[in-house]
Each structure stands twice: as structure tokens, then as C-alpha cells.
């Protein structure tokens, strides 16, 4: 008699590969991205540093 087939785990491993997959696209669109300049970088101070013409206290 032939083995009944494991569905649930052939199912995990079509998740996982598709995890993985958009994973990979995700990191590649980050690299992107980054290569292209448009990261802004965010400051934990709201106020910034002080533009020309202002005095610091």
C-alpha cells in the first residue's frame, strides 16, 4: 500500500518559501532604496538643530 501524502507539510513548505520570497523582495527594494538617495533620515529631536539666523540658548 502506497504512503498517504504529507499535505500539511508540503503546505508549510510552499509558506515558507513564499515567506522567504517576500522577504528577499522586500530587502532588495530596501537596498534600492538606499542606492537611490530617497532614505530620509529621521532625528529624535522634533526641533532640530538651528537653521542660519538663530540663536541657540
Known amino acids: 500500500m ?4 504529507n499535505y ?5 513548505q510552499k509558506d515558507l518559501a ?3 520570497k517576500k522577504e528577499e523582495k522586500l530587502q532588495k527594494k ?3 532604496k ?4 530617497n532614505d ?3 532625528s529624535d529631536d ?3 538643530t538651528p537653521e542660519e ?5
Open 2 to 5: 502506497a504512503r498517504k501524502p
Open 8 to 12: 500539511n507539510f508540503e503546505k508549510r
Open 18 to 20: 513564499r515567506q522567504k
Open 30 to 32: 530596501a537596498l534600492k
Open 34 to 37: 538606499d542606492a537611490l538617495g
Open 40 to 42: 530620509i533620515p529621521e
Open 46 to 48: 522634533p526641533e532640530g
Open 53 to 57: 539666523g538663530q540663536e541657540t540658548e
